[in-house]
T-cell receptor, first 114, second 112 residues
Framework: DVKVTQSSRYLVKRTGEKVFLECVQD?????MFWYRQDPGLGLRLIYF???????EKGDIPEGYSVSREKKERFSLILESASTNQTSMYLC?????????????FGAGTRLSVL | QKEVEQNSGPLSVPEGAIASLNCTYS??????FFWYRQYSGKSPELIMS????GDKEDGRFTAQLNKASQYVSLLIRDSQPSDSATYLC????????????FGTGTRLLVSP
């Protein structure tokens, strides 16, 4: 089974802090994604990566950056956390070929910024 | 206009009934469509994908696609209380990388 592991289920941070959300997948997937999920807005793509050290902006990249130094790990960084970044963050991964469309999600990290 | 639209619900059906979930999309060139199920407090999981016009059946689930009318639907036959969840419709954008655009989801409640 594909496993996508997010390092924390719940995080509470203060405004202005630098926040790291970590995601690891064990299926040698090329593609990894970071989404945030908010009531009434659904899942929105923040950043994605299709290879090590490669990254592309999604629909809402402002205030975020990412890092992918190893194939299995994709990190989301909030450079200076703000209250409007309080949300559920979901990491996903997918393979290549026909499997490229099938995204597997981690359990999510619920981040509260106070 | 949202790229992918779903009625937020809740859609309430009795156990054993057919639940019908609908989704419309705006990009006429979209080719790939997906239904994800998300239980409360859990992450989404893929339950169906469909790429061609018509119906695709998998157990109690049937996905229907009509590209001319730009809608995709999910039918759940013999609905069970365990089907109570939020169902997310996702459409792959026709341009650029393999980015999925998700609808906001329809909450389904199946009562015993």
């Amino acid at each position: 089974d594909v496993k996508v592991t997010q390092s924390s289920r719940y995080l509470v941070k203060r405004t202005g802090e630098k926040v790291f959300l970590e995601c690891v997948q064990d299926m040698d997937h090329e593609n990894m994604f970071w989404y945030r999920q908010d009531p009434g807005l659904g899942l929105r793509l923040i950043y994605f990566s299709y290879d090590v050290k490669m990254k592309e902006k999604g629909d809402i990249p402002e205030g975020y950056s990412v890092s992918r130094e190893k194939k299995e790990r994709f990190s989301l960084i909030l450079e200076s956390a703000s209250t409007n970044q309080t949300s559920m963050y979901l990491c996903a991964s997918s393979g290549r070929g026909l499997a490229i469309d099938i995204q597997y999600f981690g359990a999510g990290t619920r981040l509260s910024v106070l | 206009q949202k790229e992918v639209e779903q009625n937020s619900g809740p859609l309430s059906v009795p156990e054993g009934a057919i639940a019908s979930l609908n989704c419309t999309y705006s990009d006429r060139g979209s080719q790939s469509f997906f239904w994800y199920r998300q239980y409360s407090g859990k992450s989404p999981e893929l339950i169906m994908s469909i790429y061609s016009n018509g119906d695709k059946e998998d157990g109690r689930f049937t996905a229907q696609l009509n590209k001319a009318s730009q809608y995709v639907s999910l039918l759940i036959r013999d609905s069970q209380p365990s089907d109570s969840a939020t169902y997310l419709c996702a459409v792959k954008r026709n341009t650029g990388f393999q980015k999925l655009v998700f609808g906001t989801g329809t909450r389904l409640l199946v009562s015993p």
